[in-house]
């Protein structure tokens, strides 16, 4: 599907965002393995996170849908009649793998075709030396296993495990093995990643301790069920935040988004680069901070996100590429091969549009450097099937001198079907 998007001058107004996707994807897992129900406000709309439901749904989890709420009745799970399908969802097929891991049944799980080329082994050999018996699918032209995963559930023992690479998903697949295995579970992590996982599995009531980056969870957890409220999503917010960055006179404020430390980066990135970015009406919920963000046009001089920074920022560089291209600075980013192995390549996805917007871009195997104060042309884009090159783009469109078409536009369903029609309803 293509969609068109012409130029704005401003983006005015305010608007409500869907659920988070990374906390709706773990309510809905550990809702479904809790004892009783748990009820779920602002679940996320996105198909990645309705693919999380329905494979709980095909282990035996009741999943009703109540007045715009969620409710999922949990308990023990049981062997799916068919092969789960995981969709685009790499969060699904990674964390609910380490659930997977430990059921008395074997499990098949796999997905769409951009899924099927997505590596595994970041999660497979943990798993393996928790005992679990997992097997990919192996390609002829790329080492390693993909979906999709064949998964023999046997018991697991907890372990002491030191990340090689910063991970929200692996982090999260071995505490949810954990939650089934003999012993305590250690993990940790190089750099520290978002923690909706060890702020959700506490507040289904397991004994989980952080400190600093070394995470434990205590063995012989019992969830139960749970109302929870989940925040809009910040890493969609990112697209508005830029929109609004880009265009002059822009006064935006989106509700309700959540603002947990952990991803608190793009606030802080976006600030320390000139942005008018205020915080109001800041409150907890399950253990989640949430607040409205109230945004200016401003004048953006552009950085360097690298390290540890860029771990914290991997969900929303294809946003920060298009206002680095607009800041007076440019943008450098590094150490983000793992943009290489999203839906697609990111990295090679974002330099073919901006390239046909007109705008130069030098790309390396793990970044890329964008030059600053450049106009974007109109231009047909292509999102590759990829979400947040859809949304990325669109928002580049806005500032572009003439109507963009955008190929794949539909892509932007896996986390955020309203897009397009939110951006309508502020672009002027």
Do not use: W
Not at 269 to 288: H, M, N, R, Y
């Amino acid at each position: 599907m293509k969609e068109t998007v012409v130029p704005a001058k401003c983006i005015d107004g305010a608007i409500t965002l869907p659920g988070d996707k990374s906390i709706s994807h773990r309510y809905g897992m550990l809702g479904g393995i809790a004892e009783g129900a748990t009820t779920i406000h602002n679940y996320s709309t996105g198909a990645d996170c309705q693919s999380t439901l329905a494979c709980m749904a095909a282990l035996g989890a009741r999943i009703e849908r109540v007045n715009g709420k969620v409710v999922i009745h949990g308990g023990a799970l049981h062997q799916p009649a068919q092969p789960l399908d995981a969709g685009n969802s790499g969060s699904t097929i990674r964390m609910l793998s380490g659930i997977l891991a430990a059921q008395d049944f074997t499990t098949r799980i796999g997905g769409d075709e951009s899924l099927s080329g997505r590596p595994m082994d970041r999660i497979i050999r943990p798993l393996a030396e928790m005992g679990a018996h997992i097997q990919g699918r192996q390609l002829p032209e790329r080492s390693g296993s993909y979906p999709p995963l064949t998964i023999e559930g046997r018991p697991l023992q907890g372990i002491d495990y030191t990340l090689p690479i910063a991970s929200a998903q692996v982090k999260s697949c071995l505490l949810l093995a954990g939650l089934f295995a003999t012993g305590d579970t250690i993990v940790r992590e190089p750099i520290s990643t978002r923690d909706h996982t060890e702020i959700a599995l506490r507040e289904f009531g397991a004994d989980i301790e952080v400190h600093r980056r070394v995470i434990k969870l205590a063995a012989g957890a019992h969830l139960t069920g749970r109302e929870l409220v989940v925040p809009g999503d910040l890493s969609s917010a990112a697209f508005f935040l830029v929109a609004a960055l880009l265009m002059p006179e822009s006064n935006l404020v989106i509700r309700n988004v959540g603002l947990n430390p952990t991803r608190s980066s793009l606030l802080d990135f976006l600030t320390a680069a000139g942005a008018s970015i205020k915080v109001i009406d800041v409150k907890q919920s399950g253990g989640e901070l949430i607040g409205s963000l109230r945004i200016r046009a401003s004048k953006i001089k552009g950085g360097l996100i690298e390290g540890a920074l860029t771990a914290s920022l991997i969900d929303e560089i294809p946003a920060l590429a298009v206002l680095g291209a607009a800041s007076s600075g440019g943008l450098v980013v590094r150490d983000a091969s793992e943009l290489r192995v999203k839906e697609t390549d990111r990295i090679a996805a974002i330099e073919s549009n901006l390239r046909r917007m007109g705008v130069e871009i030098e790309t390396a195997p793990d970044g890329f450097r964008i030059p600053g104060g450049q106009l974007f042309h109109a231009a047909e884009l292509d999102s590759g099937g990829d979400h947040r090159i859809a949304m990325a783009f669109a928002v580049a469109a806005l500032a572009a001198d003439g109507p963009c078409t955008i190929g794949g536009a539909e892509s932007a369903g896996v986390s955020f079907p309203e897009f397009f029609s939110t951006l309508r309803e502020i672009a002027h």
